[in-house]
């Protein structure tokens, strides 16, 4: 089952923070975060294990709370380069197959000057 | 290679036509991994390899679809009789190993328009 992301876009001015939250109706194993230019690769900013952890790449930082089976993505002082569209990827404890790794339907993030 | 390379960039097809999209993995990646992204949503899971066993197909939309990696590098994702809602860009990632705990590769994908 997919995971459910919020919001579907964000438009920041430059320097602002914004939230992304990603859901899930099943018990996580791990939460992958992905960031998409348009027209580009999907390119990886972190994965997350259960457990808890909280982990930062530059100024993207992400958290899981295994409890709730949410993951939220950080971004923080926002850059231009952030513009682009995160998806996150989900790994449940019942899934079939470790390859299975399924995705939200993106938030799209635009930062403006 | 140095990253996932996917051929052709796009492909446009009259409905009903057979095609043939190809990824070459990075080198050494035990895992493949095949997904489809319809415009403006997330990457849907096709099917996965480890090697050349194909381990999940249960993406697979209908048995028009049929992937292959038969020497555990080079993949080809096949669709016969194409329909038009087949259109869509079509995601190749490869990783090391394929445990749930590290990170895919994605190529740039081939775009598919069916007319």
């Known amino acids: 089952q997919q995971p459910v992301q919020s919001p579907q876009a964000v438009i920041l001015r430059e320097g602002e923070d914004a939230v992304i939250n990603c859901s899930s109706s099943k018990a996580l194993y791990s939460v992958h975060w992905y960031r998409q230019k348009h027209g580009e690769a999907p390119v990886f900013l972190m994965i997350l294990l259960k457990g808890g952890e909280q982990k930062g790449h530059d100024k993207i930082s992400a958290s899981f709370n295994e409890k709730k089976q949410q993951s939220s993505l950080y971004l923080t002082a926002s850059q231009l380069s952030y513009s682009g569209t995160y998806f996150c990827?989900?790994?449940?404890?019942?899934?079939?197959?470790?390859?299975?790794?399924?995705f939200g339907a993106g938030t799209q993030v635009v930062v403006t000057p | 290679g140095a990253g996932v390379s996917q051929s052709p960039r796009y492909k446009v097809a009259k409905r009903g036509q057979d095609v043939a999209l190809r990824c070459d993995p990075i080198s050494g990646h035990v895992s493949l991994f095949w997904y489809q992204q319809a415009l403006g949503q997330g990457p849907e899971f096709l099917t996965y390899f480890q090697n050349e066993a194909q381990l999940d197909k249960s993406g697979l939309p209908s048995d028009r679809f049929f992937a292959e990696r038969p020497e555990g590098s080079v993949s080809t994702l096949k669709i016969q009789r194409t329909q038009q809602e087949d259109s869509a860009v079509y995601l190749c990632?490869?990783?090391?190993?394929?445990?749930?705990?590290?990170?895919?590769?994605f190529g740039s994908g081939t775009q598919l328009s069916v007319l």
């Open positions: 990827g989900t790994l449940t404890m019942t899934t079939d197959s470790w390859g299975k790794l399924q």
């Open positions: 990632a490869s990783s090391l190993l394929g445990t749930g705990r590290e990170k895919l590769f």
